[in-house]
């Protein structure tokens, strides 16, 4: 039987109540790490680590709240995340939303800024805390920012989403370079459509809408949350060692 690859280390994942997080969450305590499932939605956040728990018979996951636009909040759940664990090996920022849609002159200023705030700053705010943690202990760290195929070409209608995660790439490039000689490697995960209640909220639960995704999709089918864990963990392993700054896209062929 293969070893748990995250035996002895802590896993933070934002946006992890639900969906892509919930199942990256899942994953990292499968493999043995002590899990942080952060997220806004205290609700659906306690029965995700309820869920978790049971499944891998552990205690392995705890919930700390957390909305990551807020600094002060991001700064917290750090701390809490310390104070919890002691550490933080892995970091999957992958807390986001889709926004309003519309052409971008209908979008309103509100409806940019929001999108700008949690994609984009919530990124920015847990990027900084999460380094400042990884720099201080020994073994370094390694952290998944969650792009989209959006964060690589446009789309019509979500231009305030499409800018927010072209924007993860650049700030996941950049930081990785800073952090190169420090042991800490970033890198960016750009899923396809996955199915999940964020589609279901694009699709407004219509068939219709759901087969026009599968058609665009070369594979013919939208993913699974947990083929995105899966890369993420890849990512967070020490298989990726000599892996950063890299886009790593997981979408049955649509921008191929
Ligand atoms: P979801 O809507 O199922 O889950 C997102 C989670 O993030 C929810 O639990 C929500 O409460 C939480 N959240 C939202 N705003 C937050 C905030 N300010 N602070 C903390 N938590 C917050 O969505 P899904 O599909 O699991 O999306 C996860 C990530 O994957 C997002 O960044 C999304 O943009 C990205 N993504 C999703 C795709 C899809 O097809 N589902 C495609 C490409 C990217």
Known sequence: MSALRFVNKVALVTGG???IGKATALAFARQ???VVVSDMNTVDGQSSVREINELT????????????????????????????????????NNAGIEGAQGSLADQSNEAFDRVIDVNLRGVWNCMKLEIGVMLKQSGGGSIVNCSSIAGLVGFTGIAPYVASKHAVLGLTRAAALDYAKSGIRINSVHPGVIRTAMIDRFTGGSREAEIMFENATPMGRMGKPEEIANTVLFLASDEA???TGQPITVDGGWTA
């Open 57 to 92: 018979q552990s205690k392995n996951a705890i919930f700390l709240p957390c909305d990551v636009s807020s600094y002060s909040q991001v700064q917290k759940l750090i701390d809490g995340t310390l104070r919890a664990f002691g550490r933080l090996d892995c970091a999957f």
């Open 241 to 243: 060692s000599f892996l």
């Open 32 to 34: 043995g790490a002590r």
């Open 17 to 19: 109540a639900n969906g």
